[in-house]
């Protein structure tokens, strides 16, 4: 098993610009794992494209359009900031 981004630097291969048929020639049966342990296929992450571009320019492009159609909670913590509180959040003090 594999995530996304060792799913498309090290089993797909493509050289982008990449036709969708050509990712999904190559790619289309890797398995890759997701945060939350659940597992799928980058076709099948792929078919839930309703309109899918012709060509992918980079392999950037099509990791955050897969990662787009992912199941919330499946690659990450919600809303996730380790940059601390935002201050502008929170309540003003007078003094």
Known sequence: MTDIDEALTELCEC?????I?????????VTIELQDGSETTLGNM???????PETFDSSDELYNTLISLAPE????????????SNRSMREQQSF
């Open 15 to 19: 050289e982008y610009p990449a036709s």
């Open 46 to 52: 792929l078919d839930l494209l309703d309109d899918p």
């Open 73 to 84: 909670g499946s690659v990450g913590r919600v809303n996730y900031d380790d940059r601390g």
């Open 21 to 29: 048929e050509n990712i999904e020639d190559r790619c289309d049966s």
